[in-house]
């Protein structure tokens, strides 16, 4: 099973039967595929309906149903399209249970930076800020560092998108929350030892006494 | 009844050099693409655009972009045309990104005669620079300001001759909104149908926004 | 001719073609039965819709279907039902051209004062200030006196309903428009004397040198 | 897919004394009629009542301050159910009274996430006693903060098996935006059908906003 793999099962564990859930683009997509079959989670698509099905057979393609990032896609029954005022009214009132997005760093105080790397990339924030500072839990998904290089920090270097608004980080190595007291790895991919996840990490993990396997 | 249908030719006469235009639709899903055509073959210049993104290089607002028809852009998200970054990067295209959440309540303020709105989205990153920040009930929120335009150029999927429209699936996005928040009001409709054929029930924006529309 | 039937069919002719009107409940009602029918008017109900028909027939009112008074109405073809935001978005964004609504007390500054009396009659705003504060044009509609009390005041002495947002009131003595300088009887009903309509008058008029004839 | 319908009993054992309950409907016409005489019957006391109106003495939310058992109303019109302006002036009845168009967007920013919004609505009047006065751009406006309740009791002309909502004619008024601003949204829709007949194109409140439905 290969990294990506890893981190989109245990997130896909994070959610509850009648949850509304928005995935961010990339990875986090993936996480639809190992929601169990009869779990009934509806994915939200910020650009305008809740009930994102999957990708539709090639020539059925629908140039009106499309998901944020453009691409085709199908619904479920019981969707429903509304316009981007009511769709970030949804995502900013709290009636998205959870959010799963990507991030470029992410640090001990929970804020996260996934937007922009000044001089470089600067897509747009599109709606991350929202969803990071609307929905009820923030789950960060994503490769624990990048070429070897820290994601996980004692502070963001970038430019944030929210500031003290997530509460779970998954990746490859474990799982870990970030509470007030700082980040706490919950499991551990039995694959890797606590000394190498910590390496990994910048910011200081706290070692709860029963810290788990990382369920997958 | 003042009858609205009128020529793509008449429709564009409209937009001048240096004017403020709204763009409907969410990477092109929704965007009146016979306006953009229509605009690049026109030429106007300094433009200020307003629309979720910049669309692709060849398809929605994207086009404009390629053709250096704007001197300003506001968007929440430019990633998937790359020549929005190029021109901006480089200085000829000033841009204001802001949260899509944030850049539908700015729109409709602006179209719903409210001075402003307060937001928790953006709060502690670099979207708050030069905002007013206001604290209600003990919560930090950023005062952001409604948007207006002198056009909307936006896509019905059904209109009636009165201009009540009727968005089909997920092009209904920043459309409904843009309707509210501009002097001119300029609809391409797939289809034109009588009046009474849209049940005023299922009317998604009145026509008493429309000014003019185009069969596209 | 009675007061009111005169007061309705001057108002009438305040309203042009393609023009979107909200009526206030009373008095302003009657408007509806004057406007040419070659003419456009569309008349909005604030509670929900655009379109507002004739009293239907005994018998075929329809629970669902009422005005803002809570009273058995009908649409007119090309109506379009809409929610209480947007109802107020139409209104306060200055998309309705304009309102008729009566007064107990208005003044030389355009003050408005229509919605409560103090230790007396407390029935609510309802969508009076919106509308006053909204619309391109407020016509006050009303007797010129009540009781042979003035109602055209130096200084409106009710609590308002909103500041300097008058522009006409029409009344079974004559036209008058509000402006910087102050009230300018601009038509008289042939039956009264500029002094009786001074007479009846709190305020200072202002009397043009080409004062017209009232046309009924 | 989670159940949704309950009993009218189970309903409304959600209603304790002292809660905050809004109610939708304008004058009655989309007031969840079997939700108030289920609640006269109950005899919950102490609530704190938001909406439109008092309705009338005998049908929508009138029949709860006959019955004596709210302690405050938030409200834009109460003049047609003489029982609120009594109560009031006895001061039994704590009155709130907003305009139409600031109540409306007082209850959407409740359910949006905004922190407030600025309108125009009511500078000059005594609706700005006790209220931030902010400028934007030169204009004066009044800050209005949001509206939340623990309870929504809305009605609908026709909900889906996962709580989509589609409403009739003038019986959408407040009942949307209702719907998105408390912590438990009860329904009583008129007929219950099975998920997809509701087409997603013409779904006016998502599933997600309600918790529970009674058919009425």
Not at chain 1, 196 to 201: F, S
Not at chain 2, 72 to 97: C, V
Request: glycine letters at 12%.
């Amino acid at each position: 099973m290969d990294a990506k793999e890893i981190i989109a099962r245990r997130v896909a564990k994070e959610l509850k039967d009648g949850d509304i859930v928005n995935l961010g683009i990339g990875l986090p997509t993936m996480v639809a595929n190992y929601i169990p079959k009869d779990m009934d989670v509806m994915f939200q698509s910020e650009n305008g309906f809740i009930g994102l099905g999957p990708v539709p057979e090639e020539g059925k393609e629908d140039e009106d149903l499309v998901n944020s990032g453009g691409q085709p896609v199908t619904i479920v029954p019981g969707a429903a399209f509304f316009d981007s005022s009511v769709s970030f009214g949804i995502i900013r009132g709290g009636h998205v249970d959870a959010t799963v997005l990507g991030a470029l760093q992410v640090d001990e105080k929970g804020n996260l930076a996934n937007w922009m790397i000044p001089g470089k990339m600067v897509p747009g924030m599109g709606g991350a800020m929202d969803l990071v500072v609307g929905a009820k839990k923030v789950i960060i998904s994503m490769t624990h560092t990048a070429k070897g290089k820290h994601k996980i920090l004692k502070e963001c270097k970038l430019p944030l998108t929210a500031a003290n608004q997530v509460d779970m980080i998954i990746t490859e190595m474990g799982v870990m929350e970030v509470r007030k007291e700082g980040i706490i790895l919950t499991e551990i991919n039995p694959e890797y030892t606590v000394e190498q996840v910590q390496q990994a990490t910048e910011a200081k993990l706290i070692i709860p006494k029963d810290l788990k396997q990382m369920e997958i | 009844m003042i009858n609205k249908i009128v020529t793509l030719e008449e429709a564009m006469s409209h937009i001048k050099d240096g004017m403020t235009v709204m763009i409907g639709g969410f990477m092109a899903a929704g965007t009146p693409e016979k306006f953009m055509d229509a605009l690049v073959e026109k030429g106007v210049k300094n433009l200020t655009l307003i629309g979720n993104d910049a669309g692709w290089p060849d398809r929605g607002i994207g086009k404009l972009l390629i053709n250096k028809q704007a001197k300003k852009m506001i968007a929440s998200h430019i990633g998937l045309n790359p020549e929005a970054g190029n021109q901006m990067n480089a200085g000829t295209l000033e841009m204001e990104l802001v949260p899509q959440g944030t850049l539908a309540e700015r729109i409709r303020a602006g179209g719903n005669g409210l001075g402003g709105l307060l937001t928790p989205t953006g709060v502690g990153t670099i979207v708050e620079e030069g905002k007013q920040k206001i604290e209600v009930d003990g919560v930090e929120y950023l005062l952001e300001k409604p948007l207006k335009a002198d056009i909307a150029l936006i896509s019905a999927s059904i209109a009636d001759k009165r201009g009540n429209l009727y968005f089909n699936k997920a092009t209904k996005n920043f459309n409904p909104l843009m309707a509210t928040a501009a002097d001119i009001v300029i609809v391409g409709a797939e289809k034109i149908v009588e009046v009474g054929e849209i049940d005023p029930n299922d009317v998604m924006t009145p026509g008493l926004f429309v000014d003019y529309m185009v069969e596209v």
